[in-house]
T-cell receptor
Framework: GAVVSQHPSRVICKSGTSVKIECRSL??????MFWYRQFPKQSLMLMAT?????????EQGVEKDKFLINHASLTLSTLTVTSAHPEDSSFYIC??????????FGSGTRLTVV | AQSVTQPDIHITVSEGASLELRCNYS??????LFWYVQSPGQGLQLLLK??????LVQGIKGFEAEFKRSQSSFNLRKPSVHWSDAAEYFC?????????????FGTGTRLQVFP
């Protein structure tokens, strides 16, 4: 149990376009979902925390208008990178949390903006 | 301030050798403690976690970790490393109300295994 599906695993997009990344908890309801960004050979940087039905809480320095997060249900959260630029290229990982269990991570999305 | 320190950026061991990855934390109260492993281009897989009780925690893939409150440490160990253990390892701490607050990650330790 406790599987988090993240799609797509890889995406290449043109500069100026938007990209949506989905994060689904397949066999449990996630109270809270987290979105991370990871640069090569570095640790995870938390971008935002989202609770179902409410606005996401963004970490300091993260542009909320560029990284749109929607958590419409207890099993789905999406991250949309708007007007993507090459500097947005990175590895994005989602995590879903549920009571008395902890955190389950998705397999990540490699975004390349060309 | 809340923080997690993994002093070893890169560790190299021979296959079959024992392993210990260090983790120290700074936190206001006794946190939940986690160890995750990440293979290249992949997400994070939970190795083990400590919530309460026995301070020696057993995890998957033959890993264990010991919580030492007096040293604010949660070191990961494995008696005999396999080549497939080569990966990045992250220690993390979370609050008691872990389901509503964020994890704090260490900077990671990259493990390389030689045959």
């Amino acid at each position: 149990g406790a599987v988090v599906s993240q799609h797509p695993s890889r995406v290449i997009c043109k500069s100026g376009t938007s990209v949506k990344i989905e994060c689904r908890s397949l066999d449990f309801q996630a109270t809270t979902m987290f979105w991370y960004r990871q640069f090569p050979k570095q640790s995870l940087m938390l971008m935002a925390t989202s609770n179902e039905g409410s606005k996401a809480t963004y970490e300091q320095g993260v542009e909320k208008d560029k990284f749109l997060i929607n958590h419409a249900s207890l099993t789905l959260s999406t991250l949309t990178v708007t007007s993507a630029h090459p500097e947005d290229s990175s590895f994005y990982i989602c995590s879903a949390a549920r009571p008395n269990y902890g955190y389950t991570f998705g397999s990540g999305t490699r975004l390349t903006v060309v | 301030a809340q923080s997690v320190t993994q002093p070893d950026i890169h560790i190299t061991v021979s296959e079959g050798a024992s392993l210990e990855l260090r983790c120290n934390y700074s936190y206001g109260a006794t946190p939940y403690l986690f160890w995750y492993v990440q293979s290249p281009g992949q997400g994070l897989q939970l190795l083990l976690k400590y919530f309460s009780g026995d301070t020696l925690v057993q995890g998957i893939k033959g890993f264990e970790a010991e919580f030492k409150r007096s040293q604010s440490s949660f070191n990961l160990r494995k008696p005999s490393v396999h080549w497939s253990d080569a990966a990045e390892y992250f220690c993390a701490v979370g609050p008691r109300q872990y389901n509503t607050d964020k994890l704090i990650f260490g900077t990671g330790t990259r493990l390389q295994v030689f045959p």
